[in-house]
């Protein structure tokens, strides 16, 4: 990765983190907003969103796993 990706992923942890704890979920809309180079915050833009989807692909696995054992 390069620094600029290094540094949009470790403020999208640390966004995500806040997330949790400050029950927004559409903070991560601000943080960019707060980002003044362009370029950092498409680097953090992407994470977020490669963040989110694996976070909803991963819940959406646990859900399918617990129903199966339900049924099963």
Same mark, same amino acid.
């Given at each position: 990765?390069?620094?600029?990706?290094?540094?949009?992923? &470790?403020?999208?942890? =640390?966004?995500? #983190? +806040?997330?949790?704890?400050?029950?927004?979920? $559409?903070?991560? !809309?601000?943080? *960019?907003?707060? &980002?003044?180079?362009? =370029?950092?915050? #498409? +680097?953090?833009?992407?994470?977020?969103?490669? $963040?989110?989807? !694996?976070?909803? *692909?991963?819940?959406?696995?646990?859900?399918?796993?617990?129903? +199966?054992?339900?049924?099963?």
């Amino acid at each position: 990765m390069s620094i600029v990706e290094d540094m949009g992923d &470790a403020l999208a942890k =640390t966004t995500l #983190e +806040a997330m949790d704890h400050i029950d927004d979920d $559409r903070f991560y !809309d601000k943080v *960019a907003v707060g &980002a003044s180079s362009p =370029t950092l915050q #498409e +680097a953090f833009m992407t994470a977020i969103r490669v $963040r989110l989807a !694996d976070q909803r *692909a991963r819940d959406f696995i646990a859900k399918a796993v617990a129903s +199966a054992k339900v049924a099963g």
